[in-house]
């Protein structure tokens, strides 16, 4: 089946929502806040000023079977910026089918269209699947980073 790659609209906020329930799920999540407040998260952070994220979407047929979001930094070399891909998922239900590649190419084309010098992303060091996945992309670890990550405490809203 042909996969069509697009970027999100917010006519597609609850396929959206649907698919980043499976990637939690994926992760190891148990207990999600309600499909409301999941929704309004993913309007806030897509559809709203300032815009904190973007994504693309991909479509087989009617379901959506993957997602990359990602957002621009800047300064990478020199002045340029850079497209920071945060999450690449695929539905179980479609992976291996092309899906990721698709995903990813568009990401690549993407960037190029934004005048951005590189495109980066992290994997989990567990995730021997994603990494032999970017390696069939001819994309390897950059060995002269490390990532670091503070966790920062929110009022989150209980309803």
């Given at each position: 089946m042909?996969?069509k790659?697009?970027p999100?609209?917010?006519?597609?906020i609850?396929?959206?929502?649907?698919?980043l329930?499976e990637?939690d799920?994926?992760y190891g999540?148990?207990?999600?806040d309600?499909?409301?407040?999941?929704?309004r998260?993913v309007?806030?952070?897509?559809f709203?000023e300032?815009?904190i994220?973007?994504?693309l979407?991909a479509?087989?047929?009617?379901?959506?079977?993957?997602?990359a979001?990602?957002?621009?930094?800047?300064?990478?070399?020199?002045?340029?910026r850079?497209?920071?891909?945060k999450e690449?998922?695929?539905?179980e239900?479609?992976q291996r089918?092309?899906v990721?590649t698709a995903?990813m190419d568009?990401l690549?084309?993407?960037?190029a269209e934004?005048?951005?010098?590189?495109v980066?992303?992290?994997?989990?060091?567990?995730n021997a699947?994603?990494?032999q996945?970017y390696?069939?992309?001819?994309?390897s670890?950059?060995p002269?980073?490390?990532?670091?990550?503070a966790?920062i405490?929110t009022?989150?809203?209980p309803?």
């Open positions: 042909t996969i790659v697009e999100a609209a917010s006519d597609h609850e396929a959206l929502v649907k698919l329930e990637m799920r994926y999540a148990t207990e999600l309600s499909v409301e407040v999941r929704t998260q309007h806030q952070a897509l709203t300032p815009r994220a973007f994504a979407l479509w087989q047929g009617e379901q959506l079977v993957g997602v979001s990602y957002s621009f930094l800047w300064p990478a070399v020199g002045l340029t850079s497209l920071y891909l690449l998922y695929v539905a239900s479609a089918q092309g990721g995903l568009a690549f084309a993407l960037a934004q005048e951005c010098s590189r980066e992303w992290t994997t989990d060091r567990e699947s994603a990494q996945f390696e069939r992309l001819s994309q670890e950059l002269t980073k490390l990532f670091y990550r966790t405490s009022a989150q809203d309803s």
